[in-house]
């Protein structure tokens, strides 16, 4: 059986090509905690993305994060169940 070394028999057959594109991506990312009395924590954050993929007309765009949380097990009004 004879075979090609070349793949020019085959290209003739398909059609072959290749693309360029070229995407740059930019972020950043700013978070603050605060703590009132090792009990009640407050957070607040905000991430902006940039992306050339998004075109031209299009700017930054920003998620904006919050949370707080209550530790409440340390509150003097809550029932101590270590037993003493």
Known sequence: MEGTRSCAAASSLFEISEGFSEVR???????????LNDRIFVAGSVRGDNNSAFGTDFGFIYYPSASLSWVVTDEPFFPN???S
């Open 81 to 83: 169940s270590s037993g």
């Open 25 to 35: 991506t930019i972020g950043g990312f700013l978070q603050q905690q605060f703590a």
